[in-house]
């Protein structure tokens, strides 16, 4: 990489990059950002710190491609002291092999970084804000997807008007993590893909699952290719995850999972299934987890609103319980892996058998729920 | 020279400006210019722009400025770095930078 273009900063301040803080350092920059109503979080990958003398007058942080935690001491803004983090932080980034970027932050911030170039992708009205630097990233994401699709829908929307038109089958789209991919995932497919005309399904990317992203879309992809009316994508930076949901900058935590969902099924609904036409959108009954149980509470008061169609499809049960993904991670666990097979299709079950398999199956041993 | 991946230089600083180089296949040259002389020199912005893509052999890219009120030369000299960065290029035809 070539040596990125040092302008001199205002000759007193200094700007240093920290991976990892001490507990004192870390201690000092959750009080600095206390002061702007910000809190520190906890899968921050290097955090700014500039310092006039000793004392910390600003501060931003990375994390995956998001830049977050920003704060500048109060009786020094304008003097376009965000102008130079931003750019440090923009070309740390880019030292990392980063260029796209995101930022989540309050509505009444968004100025500020339109101002550094950052532009809008969605906001939930007087609680967040989503930015990226690439104007034209959302589009490239629609227009990947419709590439992606090309082929298989043209082939499904005109076989299924060869034979009788049926207005109730829709497009559609479903949302699935896949930790790993389980015959209930494959069910709910299956299922929802005989009601739709055509299927999208988007993997969610992140890199906070034991199965790593790549591994969750290959194995889904590969274990469902005996369907031909659906397209398997990575939801990349669009389908936001709430286990990478920013919420550094809402004060009301109770709140976050509302807003959380808001942002993401607001950008799907607006933005992304009206360039698809999809009008519905299937999600797997979720008995176990809280949190995503309380997502489909969500969708479904949210998706209907915004005219997207919202069918819950109720779980495929195996051996008197649901299949569920934490089920399988939980018998892997407790080394009962020959158990998963009845629970896996062969796809996943193979993988776990893998040199590759056998490194995440050493992972989630090492994991202590 | 051939786009591979996105070239950025500059900063955010004030008289500086941080431009960014994409691929732009079969679409030509885009220019996104967001500056805080827009008013009185965007279109000047741009002819250096256009001029030092011609230069640098680039007519496929979308080039996005961030300008904090640079100069010509600044513009032309930050453009031509990210240019070379979006080609992976380090060995600089001196002449046309």
Redesign the interface.
Known sequence: M?G??V?NNQENFSTEFRKVLTPPEKKDIEDFLALSGLRFEDDIEETAIVRENSEIIATGSISGNVLKCIAIKPDIRGS?LA??L??SL??KQ?YRGI??LFIFTKPENSSIFS???FYVIYEVENEAVLME????GLSSFIEKIKNETKAGITESVSSSQNGHLETSRKISAIVVNCNPFTKGHLYLIEKAASESVFLHIFVVSENRSVFPSETRFSLVKKGTEHLMNLAVHNGSDYIISNSTFPSYFIKDTKKIYDIHAKMDLGIFSEKIAPALNITRRFAGEEPLCPVTNNYNRLMAEILPQKGIEFTVIKRLEGGGSPVSASRVRQLIRENRLEETEQLLPPVTYDFLKSPDGAEIIKKIRGIKR | MKIVKTGMAGTLESSDVLVTVRENPGKGVEILLQSIVERQFGSQIKKVVKEKLELLGIDEAVVQLNDKGALDCTIEARLAAAVYRACGITAYSWEKI
Do not use: E, K, V
Not at chain 1, 133 to 136: I, M
């Open positions: 070539p990125f273009d302008m376009n102008g130079s931003i750019t923009i070309q880019y260029s796209n101002r550094l170039g630097n690439n104007p034209a």
